[in-house]
Structures are given as structure tokens and as C-alpha cells.
T-cell receptor, first 115, second 113 residues
């Protein structure tokens, strides 16, 4: 998985609780992304980061926040989880020196269930 | 209308068959075209990448892009049971200095031994 880990890999939580997912890379890629994957929708971008402390919204960012305090870590936080946020979350990276920003490498995913 | 359309399948073929997977798109600004393979409960992995109209071959896989028709294809020759997976097309364009990638919903392929 191109030196990308995600934690936790599975999580079950209750509506209204905060949840933080972590993505860690060892590849020194500049860009990091959070996607969610749902049946019938495919992969949808939640937020992305183009550098330390530099983040921007994707197409489905409502209810999510992110932080990137180090090159290697990108955190996704659900401030107050809802059942509609039950999904599989993927972290991706791109933009290694000399590489292409559109060539994304994905982590193994986190399966989140909100009851 | 979605920017990228992909038939979700499932597509079931016998081992050894030639498989054709397709996507259409509406945004002529897309510059780069990719195919990802995703095994069950795994992350997508980049399979093929191209940026021009025409064909690109890699082993049993051929990616074809027709920009005039806004249509891309992935062909798999001599398909194997290990090719059973979901195949995602993806396309990107320059958006404020980075390449914004849009994915199709994926086509589930099953190769029967």
C-alpha cells in the first residue's frame, strides 16, 4: 500500500460521538486526501492537504474536519458522528518529488459504522 | 448527469475471455486518464495511466482513450480468476495547482474458472 497506514481499520461508534481517523505515510508525498466510498457513489473526496497546515475542502466536506501538523500525518475528524457517515474511508497520497499529483496511492481503508 | 459514468456491472466472464470495461465522461477538460483495480476490502491500486488519445499496453492490459468521443476503455486479455475485482476509471484535470481526480463508481468483474 505504498507506505500508507490507516488507523483504526474498523470502528463502531454511536451517533453524536466524535471520531478521529488517522492516516500515516512514510513516502514523503506532498498531497494527502481523505475519500469516502459508498455503494452507488464510488469514491468521493472529503478534504485534501497540499502541505503542512494547508488543507482544502472536497465535494462532501460537511460534518468533517481535517488537520495536518506533520508531513506524514493527516487526521480526519467527525465532530459529531451521524448514521449517514457510515462508510469506508480511504486515505490517499500523491505528489512525490518528480512524480505526478494525479497519480494517487491508497491506504487499506477504515470501515466506520455509526449506530 | 455525473461527470464520469461507469456501468457498475457485475460482469461475469469465463477464464481466458477478453474483458472490455468502459467509462464515458462529459468534461472535455480532463487531461489524464487512469484505471484502478480494487480487490474486496482493499484500497484501490493504480493499474494503468495515460494522458493522450490512443492505446497503451501493459502485459495483458490495454488502456484506450478516445477524447473526441469522451470514452475510455480497459481491455483485459486472457482473463484470470485473479483479475476478479472492481475496476475504477479515474480522470483528472488541473484545479488551482493540483490535479483534481474524479472517479467512476467502479465495475465489478468476476472471472469464472
Amino acid at each position: 500500500d505504498a507506505g500508507i497506514t490507516q488507523s483504526p481499520r474498523h470502528k463502531v461508534t454511536e451517533t453524536g460521538t466524535p471520531v478521529t481517523l488517522r492516516c500515516h505515510q512514510t513516502e514523503n508525498h506532498r498531497y494527502m486526501y481523505w475519500y469516502r466510498q459508498d455503494p452507488g457513489h464510488g469514491l468521493r473526496l472529503i478534504h485534501y492537504s497540499y502541505g503542512v497546515k494547508d488543507t482544502d475542502k472536497g465535494e462532501v466536506s460537511d460534518g468533517y474536519s481535517v488537520s495536518r501538523s506533520k508531513t506524514e500525518d493527516f487526521l480526519l475528524t467527525l465532530e459529531s458522528a451521524t448514521s449517514s457517515q457510515t462508510s469506508v474511508y480511504f486515505c490517499a497520497i500523491s505528489g512525490q518529488a518528480g512524480g505526478l499529483t494525479n497519480e494517487q496511492f491508497f491506504g487499506p481503508g477504515t470501515r466506520l459504522t455509526v449506530l | 448527469q455525473k461527470e464520469v459514468e461507469q456501468d457498475p456491472g457485475p460482469l461475469s466472464v469465463p477464464e481466458g475471455a477478453i474483458v472490455s470495461l468502459n467509462c464515458t465522461y462529459s468534461n472535455s477538460a480532463f487531461q489524464y486518464f487512469m484505471w484502478y483495480r480494487q480487490y474486496s476490502r482493499k484500497g484501490p491500486e493504480l493499474l494503468m495511466y495515460t494522458y493522450s488519445s490512443g492505446n497503451k499496453e501493459d502485459g495483458r492490459f490495454t488502456a484506450q482513450v478516445d477524447k473526441s468521443s469522451k470514452y475510455i476503455s480497459l481491455f483485459i486479455r486472457d482473463s484470470q480468476p485473479s483479475d476478479s475485482a472492481t475496476y475504477l476509471c479515474a480522470m483528472s484535470l488541473n484545479s488551482g495547482g493540483y490535479q483534481k481526480v474524479t472517479f467512476g463508481i467502479g465495475t465489478k468483474l468476476q472471472v469464472i474458472p
